[in-house]
């Protein structure tokens, strides 16, 4: 499996973090910066984007100060339903309920839970249940045709 993950200034430090752990595992595709100077979210937002929307990466990470940022810009590349989440629950349901394919989270969210996010992230499936699917073809209409 391959994840890519995308920060801005904010969120390197945890960035670092979560590359070392999940490297372990995965395959991990860095596109964030590795400095606090500062940068724009959204060059790194819509990188990540465009690498899960092309099927490059199974999945995304996006870190920024408050993943809120990050999260709606990765949500203006076609093909992607990020979430923004701040907890295991939320990881969990937005992946059976919405299959997104990108998680965010803020750059104060504590390296274990960073990574409980993610874990049950990336191994939670989609539920495949018809009113599910039913709303997620909604969006992706939507999409295609505005």
Same mark, same amino acid.
């Given at each position: 499996?391959? =994840? $890519?993950?995308?920060?801005?200034? %904010? *969120?390197?430090? /945890?960035?670092?973090?979560?590359?070392? !752990? /999940?490297?372990?595992? #995965?395959?991990?595709?860095?596109? @964030?910066?590795? #400095?606090?100077?500062?940068?724009? #979210?959204?060059?790194?937002?819509?990188?990540? $984007?465009?690498?899960?929307?092309? *099927?490059?990466?199974?999945?995304?990470?996006?870190? &920024? $100060?408050? $993943? +809120? @940022? +990050?999260?709606?810009? &990765?949500?203006?590349?076609? @093909? +992607? %339903? &990020?979430?923004?989440?701040?907890?295991?629950?939320?990881?969990?349901?937005?992946?059976?309920?919405?299959?997104?394919? +990108?998680?965010?989270? *803020?750059?104060?969210?504590?390296?274990?839970?960073?990574?409980?996010?993610?874990?049950?992230?990336?191994?939670?499936?989609?539920?495949? /249940? !018809?009113?599910?699917? %039913?709303?997620?073809?909604? =969006?992706?209409?939507? !999409?295609? !045709?505005?």
């Amino acid at each position: 499996m391959k =994840i $890519g993950i995308a920060n801005d200034h %904010r *969120g390197y430090k /945890l960035k670092k973090y979560l590359v070392d !752990e /999940l490297s372990k595992d #995965y395959e991990v595709v860095n596109l @964030g910066t590795d #400095y606090e100077d500062s940068v724009d #979210y959204p060059d790194y937002a819509f990188m990540l $984007g465009e690498l899960v929307s092309s *099927g490059e990466a199974d999945y995304g990470i996006a870190i &920024c $100060g408050s $993943g +809120i @940022g +990050i999260s709606i810009a &990765c949500n203006k590349v076609k @093909g +992607i %339903r &990020c979430a923004k989440v701040s907890n295991v629950e939320e990881a969990k349901y937005t992946r059976e309920d919405n299959d997104a394919n +990108i998680v965010a989270f *803020g750059e104060k969210t504590t390296e274990k839970d960073a990574l409980d996010i993610v874990k049950t992230f990336i191994e939670t499936p989609f539920s495949d /249940l !018809e009113k599910h699917m %039913r709303r997620i073809n909604k =969006i992706t209409k939507y !999409e295609e !045709e505005h």
